[in-house]
């Protein structure tokens, strides 16, 4: 038996059984290294949207979940109310209308005060609290009321003080104050005994007490014919338009150049109110 030979030349072509060995694989190249963080939150990354579709920026009290659209008017009014928080500071309204408390008002007799049970004082608090009014805004309001009523009540427990105080209004009609109440007075009467007016609402129109009430009055009264107040007796600080002119051309008439400066003073008072009809 012949002795058969093999040649072991595993590199040689074909190899050991004429086969074509396989190529070996060329090294892959690796991944670039991934680049640092810049902060913690590049690390925890963004955060996953609302399942519902609510952006992550509103709350869920303003979300119309029916409607998977943000509550416009809920944001608006929350909006507003916090502007109304802030102008307010923090005072906020009380939680009753009977929480609201009177200012006290030096010298004001108790009779004055209203009871907590009046009526009048009542619907005070209950429509301020509609409208949101704060303690301090209540005081605010009504302190200037409380301390004409406390000086009122001083004046007539001094009859001194009351007079002089009904002095300083006739001074502030002018120099023919006292006419002029007494012209509108007599007008009032006469009023009265033709029956256009019953006593007690002339005596009530009689308890004015200001240069303000009486002007009021005089106009009143030259608009139903009767003869004009002298525009002496106006106060350039509170005179209509109406006023300052007629006063103006009465100046001309009589030459008089006194009255032609008060007529002036209280077109600049008008002007400085901006109270001067449009144009002029």
Known sequence: MSEV????????????????????????????????????????????????????????????EAAKAPKVEALAKSWADLRTRIARRGDDPPAS????????????????????DDPVWK????????????????EAIVSPYLRHLAEQARAQADPAAQRAAYEAELARLGPTGRQVVAEVGAWLKG?????????????????????EGVRALAKLRAMTGEKPVPV???????????????????AI??????????????????????ALPPGL
């Open 123 to 138: 619907a005070v608090r209950e429509n301020a609290l509609k409208a949101g009014v704060t303690q301090k805004q209540l």
């Open 253 to 274: 008439e009589k030459k008089d150049q006194r009255l032609g400066e008060q007529a002036a003073r209280a077109l600049q008072e008008l002007a400085a109110r901006g």
């Open 5 to 64: 030979i093999t040649t072991d030349m595993p590199n040689a072509p074909g190899g050991v059984f004429g086969t074509t060995p396989a190529a070996t694989d060329a090294p892959a190249e690796s991944a670039p290294a991934p680049a640092a963080p810049e902060s913690l939150f590049d690390v925890a990354g963004d955060a996953a949207p609302p399942a519902d579709g609510r952006p992550e920026w509103l709350p869920e009290q303003f979300w119309d």
């Open 191 to 211: 009023l009265e005994a033709r029956g256009i007016l019953t006593a007690e609402e002339v005596r009530e129109i009689r308890g004015i007490s200001t240069a």
């Open 232 to 250: 002496e007796a106006l106060d350039p600080q509170a005179m209509s338009y109406a006023d300052a002119r007629r006063m103006m051309r009465e």
């Open 97 to 116: 209308a009977d929480d609201y408390r009177l200012p006290e008002a030096e010298a004001l007799p108790e009779a004055l005060r209203p009871a907590p």
